[in-house]
């Protein structure tokens, strides 16, 4: 099992910057898909953005240009590079592992982002 521990979450004003890390118990490098998620009060778990083993990632059109995913593998560690924040991208931060073969998904405890003047 991989167990995900995130850090960088807090309040932040907008237009300005933060950084999430997730580090892993394990190694991450290549069987696992790794993403951050979000959820607001009310609403769906939503993808952010996603990165495999080779590098390829994905964003949502909602953060794309201003959102940066990236992962370090000798550390077993994501990070999720947060630039120009809205108030609109208020919620809660999960890392998520994919585990491509059989498609489980191992989460992180959260953690909160907060946007405001």
């Known amino acids: 099992q991989v167990q995900l521990v995130e850090f960088g979450g807090g309040l932040v004003q907008p237009g300005g910057s933060l950084r999430l890390s997730c580090a892993a118990s394990r190694s991450i490098f290549s069987s696992y898909v790794m993403g951050w998620y979000r959820q607001a009060p009310g609403k769906q778990r939503e993808l952010v953005a996603s990165?495999?083993?080779?590098?390829?990632?994905n964003y949502a059109d909602s953060v794309k240009g201003r959102f940066t995913i990236s992962r370090d593998n000798t550390k077993n560690t994501v990070y999720l590079q947060m630039n120009s924040l809205k108030p609109e991208d208020t919620a809660v931060y999960y890392c998520?592992?994919?585990?491509?073969?059989?498609?489980?998904?191992?989460w992180g405890q959260g953690t909160q982002v907060t946007v405001s003047s």
């Open positions: 998520n592992a994919h585990r491509i073969i059989n498609e489980y998904d191992y």
């Open positions: 990165i495999t083993s080779g590098g390829s990632t």
